[in-house]
Structures are given as structure tokens and as C-alpha cells.
């Protein structure tokens, strides 16, 4: 079964500051990856997704990923944080051929104004 | 606006009741999904219907029970709550090549 690791628990960075979390999955095949944000008290909603294709993904929000394969990772970006950013960002897998999302724990985020 | 519609948000039970939680999506998705979300845990597939008539056990399973009534509606249920059950549940859909949608939650507090 594959399984999704994000590095970082709590990240803390000032407005403006450049923002990239972690993400590694542990699967052979072919994946679908995905970046999800949860705002506090609300639901998840997706920030970019990577299927197949240019494996620099652009998101909503100034947000971005790169896939790369050989490392099996799947890094978010920002290049300047906004304070409206604070959030938890979760990474996920699906599998092709198989059904449901594998999450990471999840980063908490927050910054500072 | 269209996607995935979840009742109740909040809810309180006591050890041994039994609730269904409710979710419905307009968006025509094949697949659905019941997911529990709990701190310093990710989210975890509970149980899911990759189309109507099907449904499959995700990560954890146990202590419930799910039933895909039509393409819109799929249910979890909960025959006897436990503390352990104490959580916050996602209901998700989608359809293939797209991404997963959710719902915007049910806080459940079983004491």
C-alpha cells in the first residue's frame, strides 16, 4: 500500500517569505498527486493537482508543485507567503487503477504578519 | 452552488447510540468517499462506492457501515458510537480525470 510522508509538522514564516513543503510517497506505479488546503473550520480544497504532463504544476493562490519522479516527491511552493495563507496543507496519492486518497499528517502553517 | 452537501455539521452522541450521517453531490461523480480526519493523523478513508451498487472497505473500517442509495446520496453510519469515533468526517467525490471533492464536514463528539 502506498503511504504519503510530509516532512514538516508546523512551519512558522513571516509575510513575504518563500514557502516549500515537503511531500515524498512511497509507490512504484503510476500516481496522481494532489495538494489539498484547509482553512481553519472549513473543508478541504484542492490547490493543484498533477496527473500527467509538465511536471512544474501551477495552482490556485500563487501556488505551485514540481513532480519528481526519481526522488518520488511532490514539493508545494510559494514564492511570498501572505498572512491569508496560514492553513493546514495536506499532500495526497491515488494510485491509477485504484480508488480513495492516501494523505500525508499535514503541515500547519502559519504566518506571521 | 453545486458539490457535496453533508448533515448534520455537528453532532453529539452517547456511547451505544447509533446516527447516520448523510452526504448528497449534484455533480453527477461515479465515486464517493467517507473519510475521518483526526490531529497530528491526515486525513483516512473509512469506506467508498466507486460507482452506484459498490461499495468497498478503505483504511479503517471498522465500527461502521455505508450505503450508496443512488448516484447522489451515500450514508455512514454508525450502529454503536464509541469515544475512539470522536472525529471529524469528510465526504468526498469525484469523477475520472478530476480531482476529489469535499464536503464541508461533520464534527462528531461521542462521550
Known amino acids: 500500500a502506498q503511504s504519503v510522508s510530509q516532512h514538516n509538522h508546523h512551519v512558522i514564516l513571516s509575510e513575504a517569505a518563500s514557502l516549500e513543503l515537503g511531500c515524498n510517497y512511497s509507490?512504484?506505479?503510476?500516481?496522481?498527486l494532489f495538494w489539498y488546503v484547509q482553512y481553519p473550520g472549513q473543508h478541504l480544497q484542492l490547490l493543484l493537482k498533477y496527473f500527467s504532463g509538465d511536471p512544474l504544476v501551477k495552482g490556485i493562490k500563487g501556488f505551485e508543485a514540481e513532480f519528481i519522479k526519481s526522488k518520488f516527491s511532490f514539493n508545494l511552493r510559494k514564492p511570498s507567503v501572505q498572512w491569508s495563507d496560514t492553513a493546514e496543507y495536506f499532500c495526497?496519492?491515488?494510485?491509477?487503477?485504484?480508488?480513495?486518497?492516501?494523505f500525508g499528517k499535514g503541515t500547519h502553517l502559519i504566518i506571521q504578519p | 452552488n453545486a458539490g457535496v452537501t453533508q448533515t448534520p455539521k455537528f453532532q453529539v452522541l452517547k456511547t451505544g447510540q447509533s446516527m447516520t450521517l448523510q452526504c448528497a453531490q449534484d455533480m453527477n461523480h461515479n465515486s464517493m468517499y467517507w473519510y475521518r480526519q483526526d490531529p497530528g493523523m491526515g486525513l483516512r478513508l473509512i469506506y467508498y462506492?466507486?460507482?452506484?451498487?459498490?461499495?468497498d472497505k478503505g483504511e479503517v473500517p471498522n465500527g461502521y457501515n455505508v450505503s450508496r442509495l443512488n448516484k447522489r446520496e451515500f450514508s455512514l453510519r454508525l450502529e454503536s458510537a464509541a469515544p475512539s469515533q470522536t472525529s471529524v468526517y469528510f465526504c468526498?467525490?469525484?469523477?475520472?480525470?478530476?480531482?476529489?471533492?469535499f464536503g464541508s464536514g461533520t464534527r462528531l463528539t461521542v462521550v
Open positions: 495526497a496519492v491515488n494510485t491509477r487503477g485504484a480508488d480513495g486518497l492516501t
Open positions: 462506492s466507486a460507482s452506484e451498487g459498490t461499495t
Open positions: 509507490y512504484g506505479g503510476t500516481v496522481n
Open positions: 468526498a467525490s469525484r469523477t475520472a480525470g478530476y480531482g476529489y471533492t
